[in-house]
């Protein structure tokens, strides 16, 4: 059980889908040029980004001072990243060029020792490695070896691959617990999912040792970040909090048991043990993943699958503290639970990590980017009030409409890396079973030697049906979400009996070519409601239907959101053809209650109520039509 | 109407009240020593003062440096003006000897030109007078101005009365729209209700004429502080953020309608304004004021009373945006209210006033104080939360339990003085009128001629006695509170007709010596609705009874109070007793509901419920059973 699930290549799956290929064509089409362009400094009016000139600076190509974050370099490997995944999804032969053109320049930038960071070749060249707690080098490096793997794997060209196993072979001689080498570990985790990806590639088993190194080393006394702040006496983003929460660095991560801390460096590290429990079968680690898992779906986590509820760290906050107005719930955080995810079920195929998989996938990670793939969402509120959200101090980070690109430029390139390599999350095999984690319509091509289609309307109809295009025996495990309480299976039209199997429907039979399975998942809109601990949702609902959590705004419903009264009775009703600025996705409606303003603050009685009808879009359409209130929990 | 109600004498008032005398010995047992000892810096282990230690090195009798805060002499002056109420309540030769001492000191510190602030004096003395935006000297002479007249008022002595005329003189030449005057507003208000005050107490017209002319040059273009921070170069507290509400410069004050901004310098001035309206018969000002007033307490005031919502600043926040949990609220503004009232009411006789005034003293004031007046609050939540509520970021300030004393020492001489000058705040008088703005049990002498005693267990029981004690013909007006729905009013024993004005039932006859007027007034608990633009409110009840509104405490009710119900048809219950450490004053029950927590973070079904008898205790109380959660406002 233990063992690793296969991973399919990237090149297995193809992806023709209703709901994700329009958006996998705006990522590709809009997304990934107008980034190209930003790291360029070729869009007139956005935040100078100066990325790729940072590059040819450190070349010795460019004259100049670098410029921009101190991880700067990793828009341009997130970039590349997203490229390399595009290309798989559709050809194209100039942002091949770009892409290639983009590599050999990094490749002059490398140094002959395999060090590559712009902003330390150009501009602190006596502090590299030194400033391991807020200096971001190996997070840089993680980044980088995502994009030469991902690169070679969609294009079969080594160029970047070398590049990158050459500076991960620096960073592996260099951190370890060996005679000689430094027992460091990142401040910002990332390099250790990197080294992973790259020993998948790759099969070499210093990549895996030295990300076992960094896992295994973090948390452990004497304190890494206090010994190095001591040491080197200076400090690049300023004083330290001192907090051993916010990195992750308060117990050794096998005996971690809540999430806490920054939560992106959270969920890149919790992907990386998934990953290397899934690969070595280390009991003990996969145990800490199940129960910081457990710790963030059951405690802390948006009912969008938002996580790290706090602007104060960008982090983790108290078990159901989940304020809807305060939030932080940062698109990038949602990416990293998509990603802790995927390595749970190759861990452990367990449903219960598809359904949030999903869940981000439709939610928090989609409301990230504006329909259009023009602006982005770095923070994902549930409750949006006019003149309050982004305007009163501690609310300032609460943007009620998508900013077009930020200095710090990490959310952006997050969605379109995880959109194009969507097909990377939908399947899931071992010797004998094929799971179908998403309904992802497309195709698939195992190594296990099953081959399907898969066609549906998801997640806007609840009929799925997968053709078998293949001649074998073997196990179709089909996810039931978690959502759904009434479903229907059929193989070629036949009422069929599966076993349920940890969340999955299974039939295991021998398939015939042409064969078709179909699911019905029944998908009425539902009420959702939070635990009696999460005292922001106390009294309130949210509206779903299917994996879609919907919400309610003002551009709808009228101002002062928290007004509205949706009674216990009240029917749901689907209403097809929505509003075409939504690009005509189903909406919800329900008759409802306002409740009006009065003469007083205070009163003795109840505000009189009105009778209106409450409609509520899906939540990742939100901020789409202007600004104005936006609410997901709703008075009951 | 607009002629000013004169002023009672400090004297004329004595207190006799079941309810607040025992608080009025606190102070004067406990407190007022306590503060002097803390002043004085004798108090192990407590936040270091040097308060009275910077009046001697700036006499020149000690070595040493300044320290503490630019406005730490305010606290000296804020504690000789408790101990001069202290001395009218009670006579107390050594408090008297104490106090005479301290005025000597402080004369001899005073500078032969009248200055007298020792930051200055002893460190930065060629700074004086340049930094008006951030450095409170103007503040500081204020808070000593009240203390001088106070002091006179209560022991007859001048020797302060002379040392802050001196200092007022200075201050009177030195600012103003003369030739050669300085045309300075001050960055923190005091100065002007200071002003206003030494004019009643001497009448000297150049008093209330630079009290105007503060008042109205602020707002003033160009702005004073810019122009000041561009002369100056250097900054005390940091660089200004240039918002122009903070400190109330945003318009003239006569055109300003929004309350913003640090809400005790808005507080002061708006007691000023108050002041300068009801002693001019400035009807211009004066609508400023109830516009003012009415933007406070229509949009801006806790059910508590308390007053500005956010920390940022200190400051009001947003109209409605009255948030439980993140609150400010600070003890000192709600006794800026009191101030604002008393000089509202002094302005026209109007009930909801005195309605403010008397929510303040029962709640936002006095929760401030620890029952055993050893602790006090500077923020004064409606929601406290264990494990966030002074834990987690957003809610750092927001502390379960009273501290010690802070190193800004504001908020408990503010309580000190503000209970110990009670009587101050109870009775209005004009020429043919006795106005009975609280049910305060004593006596009152007035200058109209008029002689009461008054007797009652208010806040507890709703039946109020007044005998009259002399023979002559004046209205007597009744406060009928806001909250008060039936009333019975007799004289002599006999069911009484009054006329109703201005939330005043008015008796107007000839009296007699030892006429009995008996006000009852029904007194059950009651629900307390916000408006539904508050949306921090929605769907909850405040419980109250009388004055005093309740809380929830989890040492009655378990912890997780969001999870509490009570149903809109639940019987409330007076129970007399309580719970004897809070000294055994009636806590209210009732039957109600309990939201039990699931296994899931969220689900198709609301929560289940378990009934529990809730138990609410007057939200003063707070806090004095250790820590714990607590709300005002509860899920109904």
């Known amino acids: 059980m233990l063992k690793r699930q296969q991973a399919e290549s990237i090149k297995n799956v193809t992806v023709e889908d209703p709901f994700w290929t329009p958006l996998q064509n705006l990522v590709m089409d809009v997304v990934i040029p107008y980034q190209k362009a930003i790291l360029e400094d070729a869009v007139p009016g956005a935040e100078k980004s100066h990325a790729i000139e940072n590059f040819r ?77 807020e200096c971001h080098e190996l997070y840089c490096a993680g980044h980088m070896i995502e994009a030469g793997v991902a690169y070679y794997e969609a294009t079969g060209k080594t160029a970047l691959l070398d590049i990158v196993r050459k500076n991960a072979d620096l960073i592996c001689a260099r951190f370890g617990k060996g005679e ?118 059951q405690q802390k986590m948006y009912v969008t699958g938002g996580v790290g509820a706090t602007v104060h760290g960008e982090a983790f906050s108290a078990g159901y503290e989940l304020p809807n107005d305060l939030v932080y719930a940062e698109t990038c955080a949602s990416a990293a639970m998509i990603f802790f995810a995927r390595r749970m079920l190759e861990a452990e195929p367990k449903a219960e990590y598809a359904d949030i998989l999903e869940k981000e996938l439709y939610n928090g990670l989609l409301s990230g980017m504006q329909l259009d793939g023009r602006r982005f969402f770095y923070v994902n509120p549930l409750e949006v009030v006019p003149g309050v959200s982004g305007c009163l101090p501690e609310y300032r980070h609460v943007l009620p409409v998508r900013p077009q690109w930020y200095a710090c430029a990490c959310c952006p390139p997050n969605v379109a890396r995880t959109l194009t390599s969507l097909g990377q999350y939908a399947w899931g095999e071992n010797a004998d079973t094929v799971y179908a984690h998403l309904f992802l319509g497309g195709r698939v091509r195992c190594q296990n030697g099953a081959q399907l289609a898969c066609r549906s309307a998801y997640p806007w109809d609840g009929q799925v049906s997968y053709t078998v295009e293949c001649e074998k025996e073997f196990a179709l495990a089909l996810r039931i979400p978690g959502w759904c309480k009434h479903w229907q299976l059929t193989v070629n039209g036949r009422a069929a009996e599966a076993e349920m199997k940890d969340g999955y429907a299974v039939l295991r039979q021998s398939w015939q070519r042409g064969d078709t399975v179909v699911l019905a998942l029944d998908m009425p809109p539902r009420r959702i409601y939070a635990d009696a601990r999460v005292r922001a949702d106390a009294g309130c609902v949210a509206l779903a239907r299917g994996p879609v959590v919907y919400c309610v705004e003002e551009t709808d419903n009228g101002g002062n959101l928290a007004a509205l009264r949706l009674p216990r009775t009240a029917q749901l009703r689907v209403c097809p053809g929505g509003d075409a600025r939504l690009g005509g996705v189903p909406v919800l409606q329900a008759e409802a209650l306002r409740l009006l303003p009065g003469d007083t603050l205070y009163r003795d009685e109840p505000s009189a109520q009105q009778e209106t009808t409450l409609t509520a879009v899906p939540y990742y359409t939100w901020g789409n039509r202007g600004p104005g209130g936006m609410r997901v929990w709703v008075r009951e």
Chains 1, 2 share one sequence.
Request: glycine share 8%.
């Open 180 to 297: 000689g080498q430094v027992r460091g570990v990142p401040g910002h985790q990332e390099i250790e999912l990197a080294l992973l990806r790259l020993y998948d590639a790759t099969g070499e088993a210093r990549y895996l040792e030295t990300a076992r190194y960094f896992l295994e080393e973090r948390g452990a006394e004497p304190d890494y970040f206090t010994e190095e702040r001591a040491r080197i006496g200076w400090r690049h983003f300023g004083p330290s909090s001192g907090d051993r929460n916010y990195a992750q660095i308060y117990a050794p991560v096998k005996q971690q048991t809540e999430a806490v801390g920054h939560s992106v460096r959270a969920g890149y590290m919790y992907t990386a043990m998934a990953h290397l429990a899934a690969e070595t079968g280390d009991e003990e680690l996969l145990a800490a993943c199940r129960t910081l898992w457990r710790n963030i779906v």
């Open 57 to 133: 600076i450190a070349a010795g190509e460019s004259r100049g001072e670098f410029y921009g974050m101190v991880f700067q370099d990793s828009d341009v490997a997130k970039w590349l990243e997203a490229a390399a995944y595009s290309l798989v999804l559709r050809p194209d032969a100039e942002l091949e060029r770009q892409a290639d053109e983009l590599i050999a320049l990094i490749g002059r930038a490398q140094q002959p020792d395999g060090y590559l960071d712009t902003y330390f070749i150009v501009k602190e060249p006596e502090h590299k490695w030194q400033n391991l707690e």
